[in-house]
């Protein structure tokens, strides 16, 4: 039995089943992890729902921005639809709504002690340790499964606030938690949220004004523990102090991943690409 943890998939299904068969994935004995962004930019993203949710106990997911977004849009927040999105599928489909209500019930933080890895979509900022964070996400799921759930979608978007206390409470205290887990790239050593800033960190030059990958700021609470992650398709696969970025940017041709966890091999897959770099996030 191996543990597979693969990259932002945005509904590149060819792609998918093209790195299992690679990695000869074995359905009945194997794990998948995603960091999650399973749907939305790429042209079937009902059936990789459709593969996950299929998969069982055999899948873990944790919740991407787009994800959370086509959730909101299920719910009737249309207006938050943009130009790119490719969600009509799923929303056309005779089993959404058992679909939406499965990736409604992912975790947004999953921590495997025994394999020693956590996983998340975008990151953690400095000031949380795992278990303070698992505690944040755990908040988060709550509220997502809560009958309050659509009133959250409707609050959730939004870059404020840019900084966390334990005292915020309300929207305010779940849209900063959100922001972190599936939006996070820069931020400073505080966790202040940088989210308007996207580009890759070899082309950054502003370390002036302390914002860094969050993975960087040397007093970061959680660096003892080993964090898989994506949403960051320009940084690409990235496997140093302690974490491993594994959006490679199969959307635009870059490839898919798939990290074995048992002994850290990788497994790349060139991708044909759907969209020019750059598109992915915006
Ligand atoms: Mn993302």
């Not at 191996?2 to 194997?30: H, P, R």
């Not at 929207?171 to 202040?192: A, D, H, P, S, V």
């Not at 030059?205 to 898989?228: C, G, M, Y």
């Given at each position: ?62 919740l991407g921005n787009h994800d ?139 370390t002036v004004d302390k914002k ?71």
């Amino acid at each position: 039995m191996s543990t597979y943890a693969i990259g932002d998939i945005q509904g590149c299904y060819t792609e998918l089943q093209q790195l299992l068969t690679l990695i000869n994935f074995d359905v009945k004995e194997d794990v998948l992890w995603c960091t999650g962004d399973l749907v939305n930019r790429g042209p079937q993203s009902l059936s990789v729902l459709r593969f996950f949710k299929q998969l069982n106990e055999r899948s873990i997911v944790v919740l991407g921005n787009h994800d959370l977004h086509l959730l909101a849009v299920a719910n009737g927040h249309d207006e938050y639809l943009k130009p790119k999105d490719t969600l009509t599928e799923i929303l056309q489909a005779p089993d959404r709504e058992e679909l939406l209500l499965w990736l409604r019930q992912r975790p947004l933080l999953h921590r495997d002690v025994q394999l020693g890895f956590s996983l998340v979509h975008a990151g953690l900022p400095p000031q949380w340790d795992i278990t303070t964070a698992l505690h944040y996400a755990q908040e988060l799921q709550t509220m997502l499964q809560s009958d309050s759930y659509g009133e959250f979608l409707h609050s959730m978007y939004g870059n404020k606030p840019k900084n966390w206390s334990p005292q915020l409470i309300g929207w305010k205290r779940l849209r900063y938690i959100t922001n972190c887990f599936t939006r996070l790239r820069y931020c400073n050593e505080y966790g202040k949220l940088a989210l308007e800033k996207k580009d890759s960190p070899k082309k950054t030059t502003s370390t002036v004004d302390k914002k860094k990958p969050w993975f960087l700021h040397e007093n970061r609470a959680s660096q003892e523990e080993q964090i898989i992650f994506g949403h960051w398709s320009t940084l690409g696969l990235y496997m140093e102090n302690n974490v491993y970025c594994l959006d490679t940017g199969c959307l635009w041709g870059g490839t898919l991943t798939a990290l074995r966890l048992e002994d850290k091999q990788i497994f790349r897959l060139p991708c044909k690409g759907e969209c020019i770099p750059g598109e992915v996030d915006k």
